[in-house]
């Protein structure tokens, strides 16, 4: 079993920055694959970005690319989302996520996770 929980969210204003952490513990860090998800009032969760074992590869969803940065550190089990020009349609509740693979292939959905954070809410005000 992978525990994995999720650092505080917060509210912010549209355009400003906020930085989530998700913490794991239970098994070896660095033999998961570990992702962000989110989910907005009334609609499905969905993929935000994901990061490969050891950090090498990133891969994120359309919509927060180039504002978004993920990263990890193997060291302290955490991994890392750093959330820059945050608009109000980022508001959801965030997910980290850990599927068991040391490959560097992206894991884009759901299905492919084998751990679960509770979650963690962000509202951007606009």
């Known amino acids: 079993q992978v525990q994995l929980v999720e650092s505080e969210g917060g509210l912010v204003q549209a355009g400003g920055s906020l930085r989530l952490s998700c913490a794991a513990s239970?098994?070896?860090?660095?033999?998961?694959?570990m992702g962000w998800f989110r989910q907005a009032p009334g609609k499905e969760r969905e993929f935000v970005t994901g990061?490969?074992?050891?950090?090498?590869?990133?891969y994120y969803a359309d919509s927060v690319k180039g504002r978004f940065t993920i990263s990890r550190d193997n060291a302290k089990n955490t991994v890392y989302l750093q959330m820059n020009s945050l608009k109000p349609e980022d508001t959801a509740v965030y997910y980290c996520?850990?599927?068991?693979?040391?490959?560097?292939?992206?894991?884009?959905?759901?299905?492919?996770?084998?751990?679960w954070g509770q979650g963690t809410r962000v509202t951007v005000s606009s």
């Open positions: 996520a850990a599927r068991y693979y040391t490959g560097s292939n992206s894991r884009r959905t759901i299905n492919e996770y084998d751990y």
């Open positions: 239970g098994r070896t860090f660095s033999n998961y694959f």
């Open positions: 990061i490969s074992w050891n950090g090498g590869s990133t």
